[in-house]
């Protein structure tokens, strides 16, 4: 198994001791971007308000609703957490959901905290999004190159997705060359089960058993290190104040891969919490492919 160099001096500029020099050094910043980034040094992430238009969003949310009646099938396409019974193995290919009854699609639609990824794969207006040059700019002020986005989610409620860092799921090399971008697709109501997250949680070690990243992280532990990795994660947390994203439709927040961060509880299951997730890594340094299984997922 190959042994990954884990030297200080690959740390992306924002994890450096003389980050804060770094940036007044920057002449070709704005001074909006040298504030944001004094934020992504301190707290791990900053929101831009407005960042994308309410149209492309709208169009992109219609076109997911549309999956649900449309007349012919997606090849590759997969609406993840939806169960035809409550024993039924998550997740129905868009060629299956069309073949079930209009009325079974309804009733899977509005009760299922349904969610698609690679969206952009279907839809041109989610692809515009996946190709924005606005997120794209931001990214790559950040990180100081070229980044590029990849994996992409579509929520429509909230995820209720435990506390983790992104970094856990990732394979990229150098550590912590990787942004989280979500933007609101509608205005985020508080009892939705919004974003939350621990604003200075990225300054936290990496899981300690996780010591040949990015050989080992989450997709490569056993089952019983998830759980400890989770249990290690939420004393972690209670160091740091909890913050949720109640944002208004167009506003993004960037955040770095080892902030802590999670889908809050779900006070009113009725209301939706339209969202759109994709991650930002540089130019070859995603290192997937030279990761060995066996793999979680």
């Known amino acids: 198994m190959k042994k990954w160099n884990k030297t200080e001096s690959l740390l992306p500029w924002y994890d450096r001791d003389d980050a804060a020099a770094f940036i007044d050094s920057r002449s070709d910043l704005s001074m909006s971007h040298k504030a944001a980034l004094i934020k992504w040094v301190q707290d791990g992430y900053f929101v831009v308000k407005g960042a994308l238009p309410a149209d492309l969003i709208d169009d992109m949310v219609d076109d997911l609703e549309a999956l649900w009646s449309a007349k ?10 939806v169960r035809l019974n409550p024993d039924a193995t998550p997740g129905l290919s868009h060629k299956d959901l069309l073949a079930l009854p209009e009325r079974k699609r309804q009733e ?40 590029f986005p990849q994996y992409t989610i579509n929520f429509m409620y909230g ?77 972690r947390s209670k160091n740091y104040k909890k913050d949720q994203f109640i944002a208004r439709k167009g506003d993004i927040l960037l955040w770095h891969g080892q902030l802590i961060h999670g889908g809050d509880a779900v006070v009113n299951p009725s209301l939706t919490r339209k969202s759109y997730v994709c991650h930002y890594i540089p130019a070859e340094r995603n290192m997937h492919h030279q990761v060995t299984g066996p793999f979680n997922w």
């Open 108 to 147: 899977l639609r509005d009760n299922s905290t349904w969610r698609v990824h690679g969206f952009n794969r279907f839809s041109k207006a989610a692809k515009a999004i996946y190709e924005s040059q606005i997120i794209k700019k931001w990214c790559s002020v950040i990180f100081g190159e070229e980044a």
């Open 159 to 235: 995820s209720r997705q435990e506390l983790h860092q992104d970094t856990c799921v990732f394979h990229v090399h150098p550590i912590n060359y990787l942004i989280g971008v979500w933007l609101a697709c509608e205005d985020i109501h508080p009892d939705s089960g919004p974003l939350v997250y621990y604003p200075g949680s990225h300054k936290e070690p990496l899981y300690p058993k996780f010591d040949n990243y990015p050989q080992t992280n989450l997709r490569t532990c056993a089952p019983s290190e998830t759980t400890a990795y989770y249990d290690w994660l939420k004393k």
């Open 72 to 81: 012919m099938p997606f090849e590759d396409l997969k609406i993840e957490e």
